[in-house]
């Protein structure tokens, strides 16, 4: 990876060892080594929109024209642990499928989200999105 961060793209993402990765919205536009540093980083492949289990992390290719991100968002929610997260990742500015900044802040409240943190991604940004904490204790 060039540039002065050495860090990889797991590391920039919080995934480590262990971790239950889900993703959606593959495409053939991916980047193979943001998908090659996560699975290397959680020690495990990437499940699939159609899994069962409990996840950590959801990162959510997302591109204009993709839809209603409200919708996907609240569909990425269903499998995510309390304290999970979901990265919404679309492409940098001035490229294809490049979504405002803005359409992802307004929509995360909307789907009952935070976004906590923003990186760069080679050609990617990722946005995180996480679940507000509860201000009451589980009884």
């Given at each position: 990876m060039a540039g002065t961060d050495a860090r990889?793209?797991?590391?920039?993402?919080?995934?480590t060892n262990g971790m239950v990765v889900q993703e959606l919205g593959w495409d053939e536009d991916v980047s193979d080594d943001i998908r090659d540093s996560v699975e290397e980083g959680c020690g495990d492949d990437l499940l699939d929109e159609d899994t069962d289990e409990v996840v950590d992390v959801v990162l959510l290719w997302w591109r204009d024209g993709d839809g209603d991100l409200v919708d996907a968002l609240m569909d990425a929610i269903a499998p995510l642990s309390d304290d999970g997260c979901i990265w919404v990742l679309s492409p940098k500015t001035g490229t294809p499928g490049h979504v405002e900044p803005s359409e992802i802040a307004e929509s995360a409240p909307t789907a009952g989200l935070t976004q906590t943190l923003t990186v760069n991604l080679g050609a990617w940004m990722g946005a995180r999105l996480v679940q507000p904490r509860a201000r009451v204790g589980k009884r």
């Open positions: 990889t793209y797991a590391e920039r993402l919080g995934i």
